[in-house]
């Protein structure tokens, strides 16, 4: 079983700091996705990374892929109050087959005013 | 843009009743999933589906069973509901945009068995 460790789970800080949220696995992955939740609401997609070393960047959002395609990570820059919400990190895996999602447990963030 | 729609934002049910929680998608996605979502257990997966009729057990299965008669609705049934089934249900639906995998989620049914 692949299994996807997020930290921290849970995260407060100021609106205007910087916060970088990791994604850790002991298994490879073919590609990585990044959702938000935000109360009351399902998951949405943000980001996708195939390749490893690869970068993303989706305004003050930067999403790395580790080399050898085991880990992410996720810093926002300026944190912003609209960037609360819960974060979740995806692998899919590289066999076939509907249940090739693997989900972290998620990072709990709150931006403060 | 995709759209999955579950038919009930809450819902609060007995202990012992039959429970019945809808999901459509209006994409032709072959492949559909039920999770619930759990404090500190982030997302389980029920069950999933890969074509009408066909459906197969997630991690958690026990107490839960699923029907897909047709492509686009995909219901998860709690034969007799329990206390500890109070959760909030999340469904799926499994597309390949530009060739990635990318599920699509529902706004969430939060169901409270009393």
């Known amino acids: 079983t692949q299994l996807l460790e997020q930290s921290p789970q849970f995260l407060s800080i100021q609106e205007g700091e910087n916060l970088t949220v990791y994604c850790n696995s002991s298994?490879?992955?073919?590609?990585l996705q990044w959702y938000r939740q935000e109360p009351g609401e399902g998951p949405v997609l943000l980001v996708t990374?195939?390749?490893?070393?690869e970068v993303k960047k989706l305004k003050r959002l930067t999403f790395q892929f580790g080399d050898a395609r085991k880990d992410s990570s996720l810093h926002i820059t300026a944190a912003q109050p609209g960037d609360t919400g819960l974060y979740l990190c995806?692998?899919?895996?590289?066999?076939?087959?509907?249940?090739?999602?693997?989900f972290g447990k998620g990072t709990h963030l709150i931006i403060q005013p | 843009d995709v759209k999955v729609t579950q038919s009930s934002r809450y819902l609060v049910k007995r202990t012992g009743e039959k429970v019945f929680l809808e999901c459509v998608q209006d994409?032709?996605?072959?492949?559909m999933f039920w999770y619930r979502q759990d404090p500190g257990l982030g997302l389980r997966l029920i069950y999933f589906?890969?074509?009408?009729?066909?459906?197969e057990k997630g991690d958690i299965p026990e107490g839960y069973s699923v029907s897909r008669e047709k492509k686009e609705r995909f219901s998860l049934i709690l034969e007799s509901a329990s206390t500890n089934q109070t959760s909030m249900y999340l469904c799926a639906s499994l597309g390949t945009p530009g060739g990635v995998r990318a599920q699509h989620f529902g706004d969430g049914t939060r169901l409270s068995i009393l």
């Open positions: 589906s890969y074509d009408v009729k066909m459906k």
């Open positions: 990374v195939v390749t490893g070393g």
């Open positions: 994409m032709d996605h072959e492949n």
């Open positions: 995806a692998g899919v895996g590289s066999g076939g087959g509907a249940d090739g999602l693997t």
């Open positions: 298994s490879v992955f073919s590609s």
